[in-house]
């Protein structure tokens, strides 16, 4: 056995270096749209695309490795969708704030995270969550994923009389991730080795033959520099001085801590990595988080999470950390090689999301649904994910539902003073989201 194999236990994780590389090709793929997306919102802000392209790569490379390295997690690590929403059309359009005074609100948050994460205050968080709840924070995230993915293929889209609705089955790109579904679901039915990474490829093949994905015209570029946005939450990190912008950072933290928290936990249910309801070295999982965030910080993104897209690399495999060790490397050749990413659309990622989402919701048949002050509290986790659209929010309604049935019923002593504290919290949070925090 050879000392990686060793390092990375493959032979107690049943898994191979050939497994591996698989999964993270798969994750890294499933969740590569990043790259373009996250330097599209956040040039909304006015932030220099190709250099946020360039810092999005770099942050997801270093803490995914470094999650790979040290917590030795099958769990990728990128700037988050949502929160980086939140950054440009909340606090920088919305609130008017300079963006390098809103990078610096994320800095400030980055090293809040290293410290309560070194003094392994988030682990305890974690482990401290009912074994209900964390179940069905897996199962939402499934349902969310699912939904990402059903939308991203235009099988669901908005209707302002119904909220969502049915879209269009015979439009091209529609028919195109229809086609990665079924493949999907039958190579996956059939138990084929790899069927999600096989699916999306299958897809991408079938996208180019028809003239739906365009082949790119080039296929190495030089990354785009950083100059524009580096260093400059460093410079205005004096700029943190006002209320309003301290409400800024604590935004930052509740929403990057528990989405994090809640995508891990879910990924480690899914992966069978818990042990008596606890997630082994969840602190160096949550440090990787927290290094992403202050690289990334420093060097011009929002903050980061753990990706839900893991989930494809756990699906077809994937069980140590050199899953994240491979994804974390991709991202990196991704900066050389961006123009060949344009082929990994939405159509081709969608089937990969709508499948780990049945894989993941068979979390729900963990959930005591006979003991309705705990079904409740977790139905409405499951639910508000996709409803929201936020992992965090889904959370939220959850969290602050659990104490309240659990006093209805007179076990209002079995509840952790963190669960109380946590619900208090969330309750602050959803008062200050209301209010355009």
Not at 41 to 64: N, S, Y
Not at 123 to 143: R, T
């Given at each position: 056995?050879?000392?990686?194999?060793?390092?990375?236990?493959?032979?107690?994780?049943?898994?191979?270096?050939?497994?591996?590389f698989?999964?993270?090709?798969?994750?890294?793929?499933?969740?590569?749209?990043?790259?373009?997306?996250n330097?599209?919102?956040?040039?909304?802000?006015?932030?220099?695309?190709?250099?946020?392209?360039t810092?999005?790569?770099?942050?997801?490379g270093?803490?995914?490795?470094?999650?790979?390295?040290?917590?030795?997690y099958?769990?990728?690590?990128?700037?988050?969708?949502?929160?980086?929403?939140?950054?440009?059309?909340?606090?920088?359009?919305?609130?008017?704030v300079?963006?390098?005074t809103?990078?610096?609100?994320?800095?400030?948050?980055?090293?809040?995270?290293?410290?309560?994460?070194?003094?392994?205050v988030?682990e305890?968080?974690?482990?401290?969550?009912?074994?209900?709840?964390?179940?069905?924070?897996?199962a939402?995230i499934?349902?969310?994923?699912?939904?990402?993915?059903?939308?991203?293929?235009?099988?669901?889209?908005?209707?302002?009389?119904?909220?969502?609705?049915?879209?269009?089955?015979?439009?091209?790109?529609?028919?195109?991730?229809?086609?990665?579904?079924?493949?999907t679901?039958?190579?996956?039915?059939?138990?084929?080795?790899?069927?999600?990474?096989?699916?999306?490829?299958?897809?991408?093949?079938?996208?180019?033959?028809t003239?739906?994905?365009?082949?790119?015209?080039?296929?190495?570029?030089?990354?785009?520099?950083?100059?524009?946005?580096?260093?400059?939450?460093?410079?205005?990190?004096?700029?943190?001085?006002?209320?309003?912008?301290?409400t800024?950072v604590?935004?930052?933290?509740?929403?990057?801590?528990?989405?994090?928290?809640?995508?891990?936990?879910?990924?480690?249910?899914?992966a069978?990595?818990?042990?008596?309801?606890?997630?082994?070295?969840?602190?160096?999982?949550?440090?990787?988080?927290?290094?992403?965030?202050?690289?990334?910080?420093?060097?011009?993104t929002?903050?980061?999470?753990?990706y839900?897209?893991?989930?494809a690399?756990?699906?077809?495999?994937?069980?140590?950390?050199?899953?994240?060790?491979?994804?974390?490397?991709?991202?990196?050749?991704?900066?050389?090689?961006?123009?060949l990413?344009?082929?990994?659309?939405?159509?081709?990622t969608?089937?990969?999301?709508?499948?780990?989402?049945?894989?993941m919701?068979?979390?729900?048949?963990?959930?005591?649904?006979?003991?309705?002050?705990?079904?409740?509290?977790?139905?409405?986790?499951?639910?508000?994910?996709?409803?929201?659209?936020?992992?965090?929010?889904?959370?939220a309604?959850?969290?602050?539902?659990?104490?309240?049935?659990?006093?209805?019923?007179?076990?209002?002593?079995?509840?952790?003073?963190?669960?109380?504290?946590?619900?208090?919290?969330?309750?602050?949070?959803?008062?200050?989201?209301?209010?355009?925090?």
């Amino acid at each position: 056995m050879s000392n990686i194999a060793r390092y990375f236990q493959f032979e107690e994780l049943k898994t191979t270096h050939r497994r591996e590389f698989i999964a993270g090709l798969t994750t890294f793929v499933s969740m590569a749209y990043i790259l373009f997306v996250n330097p599209s919102v956040l040039g909304a802000a006015g932030m220099d695309q190709g250099a946020v392209f360039t810092a999005t790569g770099i942050a997801a490379g270093v803490a995914t490795i470094f999650m790979g390295l040290v917590a030795r997690y099958p769990i990728a690590i990128a700037p988050g969708l949502g929160v980086n929403a939140f950054f440009a059309y909340s606090v920088v359009i919305g609130m008017k704030v300079p963006w390098q005074t809103a990078m610096a609100g994320v800095l400030v948050a980055a090293l809040i995270f290293l410290v309560l994460t070194f003094f392994k205050v988030r682990e305890k968080i974690i482990n401290l969550i009912p074994q209900d709840l964390k179940v069905a924070i897996a199962a939402g995230i499934g349902l969310f994923i699912a939904f990402i993915g059903l939308h991203d293929a235009g099988l669901i889209v908005a209707n302002k009389d119904t909220m969502v609705s049915l879209g269009n089955l015979t439009s091209s790109t529609s028919l195109l991730s229809i086609f990665g579904i079924i493949v999907t679901f039958v190579l996956i039915a059939r138990r084929t080795p790899a069927a999600i990474f096989i699916g999306m490829v299958l897809t991408a093949l079938v996208g180019i033959a028809t003239g739906l994905i365009d082949l790119p015209k080039t296929i190495i570029s030089a990354a785009p520099s950083l100059a524009p946005t580096f260093g400059e939450s460093i410079k205005h990190i004096g700029d943190i001085n006002t209320f309003q912008l301290w409400t800024v950072v604590l935004t930052f933290l509740i929403v990057t801590f528990f989405d994090t928290a809640g995508t891990m936990i879910g990924l480690a249910t899914q992966a069978g990595f818990m042990k008596n309801g606890e997630m082994p070295r969840a602190g160096r999982a949550l440090m990787a988080d927290a290094v992403g965030m202050t690289v990334g910080a420093v060097i011009g993104t929002s903050p980061t999470s753990a990706y839900v897209e893991s989930s494809a690399g756990i699906a077809v495999g994937g069980r140590s950390g050199m899953t994240s060790v491979w994804t974390g490397g991709f991202f990196f050749l991704a900066l050389l090689f961006s123009p060949l990413l344009s082929v990994v659309t939405s159509q081709v990622t969608a089937p990969a999301l709508v499948v780990v989402g049945v894989l993941m919701a068979e979390n729900l048949r963990n959930i005591h649904w006979d003991d309705f002050a705990i079904a409740a509290p977790a139905f409405l986790i499951v639910l508000g994910m996709p409803l929201t659209y936020s992992i965090s929010d889904g959370i939220a309604l959850g969290f602050i539902l659990y104490p309240i049935t659990m006093i209805a019923t007179k076990r209002g002593k079995t509840v952790h003073p963190m669960m109380y504290a946590l619900a208090v919290i969330f309750l602050v949070y959803l008062f200050l989201i209301a209010h355009g925090a």
